[in-house]
Nanobody
Framework: QVHLVESGGGLVQPGGSLRLSCAASRIIVSLYDMGWYRQAPGKQRELVASISSGAVKNYADSVAGRFTISRDNAKNTVLLQMNSLRPEDTAVYYC?????????WGKGTLVTVSS
């Protein structure tokens, strides 16, 4: 059974940084299109950042220049470095893996940006 386990969420002040990690089991992240999504209260889930199997990265306009997605193939992990956090970044962040019609999700990690 595929597992995606997110970690690294928490409470941070505006302007601060967090690094989220997505540890995968039973898949090889370098072969998958990996993404980070988020869902704020009362809002739809949205794509934050993605990295394809070919290492092409894409970012939502709202996070471009502040967030960085990367992949650690040795640890089979996908990371999301989040800098200059804003209150509107508050959400549950989910890891996603896609491959030829297969679609896997983690359970999410909560990020709260508040003073």
């Amino acid at each position: 059974q595929v597992h995606l386990v997110e970690s690294g969420g928490g409470l941070v002040q505006p302007g601060g940084s967090l690094r989220l990690s997505c540890a995968a089991s039973r898949i090889i992240v370098s072969l998958y299109d990996m993404g980070w999504y988020r869902q704020a209260p009362g809002k739809q889930r949205e794509l934050v950042a993605s990295i394809s199997s070919g290492a092409v990265k894409n970012y939502a306009d709202s996070v471009a220049g502040r967030f960085t997605i990367s992949r650690d193939n040795a640890k089979n992990t996908v990371l999301l470095q989040m800098n200059s956090l804003r209150p509107e970044d508050t959400a549950v962040y989910y890891c996603n893996a896609k491959y030829h019609g297969l679609d896997y999700w983690g359970k999410g990690t909560l990020v709260t940006v508040s003073s």
